[in-house]
C-alpha cells in the first residue's frame, strides 16, 4: 500500500491542557527535552529521538476537556528495564500511576506502564517482548506484575 503522505518526516500533535505550567513539567520529564518555545498560550517541545513536534495550548474557552476521546499518548522504550526504570523515575517524580508496570500478553504483547498527565490524559509507556520473552506467556494470558506489590489486590 502506498502512503498517502510522501515521506513523512515528523509528527506533530496539538493538545490542549488545563494547567499549562504543570503540563510542561510533566512532558519535559516525559521527553527528557525542554521546551523549544514557550508562551502565556503554549509549549512546544520538538523531540528529534522520536520525530516529535508536541504542543500543549492553554484551555482559553474554559470549556471541559475531553480526555476520553484521545484515549491514550503511547511512548515506545527499549525493553523491559527501560519500562521498570521509568516507573521508578516517574514514581520519583510523583506522577500519577494508572497502572503498574507488567506484562500483558493479549493482542500485542507488551511490557507496559501507564500514567496519567496533569491534565488526565493517558501516556502509555510500552516495550514490545522479544521473541524469548514470549516463550514465558501463562496459559490463561493473565497479565504479570514486574514490580512486587503492585499486583491489584482481590476482592
Known sequence: MTAMIAEPREFHMSIRVADLGASTLFYEALFGVP???????????????????????VNDKGETLDTYSLYHLGLGVADRD??????HRAVAAGA????????????????????????????????????????????????????????????
Do not use: C
Open 82 to 87: 527501560a519500562v521498570l526504570t521509568s516507573y
Open 35 to 57: 521546551p523549544r518555545d514557550m508562551t502565556s498560550r503554549y509549549t512546544t517541545f520538538i523531540v528529534p529521538h522520536l520525530a516529535l513536534n508536541f504542543v500543549l495550548l
Open 96 to 155: 500519577t500511576i494508572v497502572k503498574p508496570p507488567r506484562t500483558t500478553w493479549r493482542g500485542l504483547p507488551l511490557h507496559e506502564l501507564w500514567l496519567r498527565d496533569p491534565t488526565g490524559y493517558s501516556v502509555e509507556i510500552y516495550a514490545r517482548l522479544t521473541p524469548a520473552e514470549l516463550t514465558a506467556m501463562p496459559d490463561d494470558q493473565t497479565p504479570t506484575y514486574l514490580v512486587p506489590g503492585t499486583e491489584p489486590v482481590a476482592a
